[in-house]
């Protein structure tokens, strides 16, 4: 019924575990998967405030968080491949609800699916700030997964 | 991938959206459907207190929209062949669909993003917003 499903994650052990529902979901309906992982702009600005002139240039910065992120996608491609399931990676930079939003009409898919919370923990919040952003904005269904 | 799949409605249009996905779900993954609908006890409340309606009354209307709306549910999964079970409860909207949803140990809960008082200066609806934050299984919502 769902075509194509964007998998949200940030690498989080929360939304590990909804990326992997994500891929059994999609296992059951025969869908494919694009997962999605956003290297948020925000921290990059503040890790290079922190960093740069300690011996870490701006590229090292990049370079270390886009292997970072490629690992985290093709742990969920690995999943898609253990299970039968065609998953798509890919990798942006920018501010990660608008990017997730962004990407879903893109890749015009019929489904979004991210867990409740990310990197930024459970214990703060009852729903996370990229969940809830979301949330609000997107025109396609959004499963939210605890 | 499901057994149940809780669909909960409050008879608007909007939420029929969002029952047909529940409905497609229930289909492709040959789960139960619980099609839900709660009568707002806040509701029956201000209409007693505030316009003066007779408890009795405003409950036995309300219940009858709410059986209206969930044989529509009924009617919609009979048509795609899917076996459903509805319920009309009374209670506040968000804590009854949380609860229910753990007492009747469903699997994913589908909702739409707003309700009948959906007006569009909410970004989701708050009985949404509410199941959101407290369901402890996943929330699949429509907009």
């Not at chain 1, 940030?10 to 891929?23: E, F, H, L, T």
């Amino acid at each position: 019924m769902y075509r194509k499903i964007l998998i949200a994650t940030d690498g989080s052990d929360p939304s590990m575990k909804a990326s992997r529902y994500g891929v059994k979901l999609a296992k059951s309906l025969a869908s494919r998967v694009t997962v999605l992982y956003v290297i948020n702009e925000t921290a990059i600005s503040k890790a290079m405030a922190s960093l740069v002139g300690r011996g870490f240039s701006e590229e090292d910065l990049r370079r270390t968080l886009k292997n970072s992120a490629e690992g985290i996608v093709a742990e969920v491609s690995k999943m898609g491949d253990a299970a039968g399931v065609c998953v798509e990676p890919l990798i942006r930079e920018g501010d990660p609800a608008l990017r997730i939003l962004d990407e879903a009409g893109i890749e015009e898919v019929d489904l979004i699916l991210m867990g409740s919370h990310g990197e930024g923990g459970i214990s703060s919040r009852l729903i996370g700030s990229v969940a809830q952003k979301v949330l609000n904005w997107s025109e396609t269904p959004v499963m939210v997964v605890r | 991938m499901y057994d149940r799949i809780l669909v909960a409605t409050d008879g608007s249009a909007k939420s029929k959206v969002a029952v047909q996905h529940g409905v497609d779900l229930a289909k492709a993954t040959g789960a139960k459907l619980l099609g839900v609908y709660i009568v707002n006890e806040v509701v029956v409340a201000s209409a007693v207190r505030q316009l003066g309606a007779d408890k009795k009354d405003i409950e036995t209307k309300l219940h009858a929209s709410g059986e209206k709306a969930v044989a529509d549910i009924k009617k919609m999964a009979d048509e795609a062949g899917v076996a459903v079970e509805t319920m009309v409860k009374s209670g506040a909207p968000a804590n009854m669909i949380v609860d229910l949803a753990r007492t009747e140990g469903v699997d994913l809960i589908v909702m739409g993003s707003h309700g009948e008082s959906g007006v569009t200066k909410l970004l989701i609806g708050s009985v949404v917003q509410k199941v959101l934050y407290w369901a402890t299984c996943p929330v699949l919502v429509v907009r």
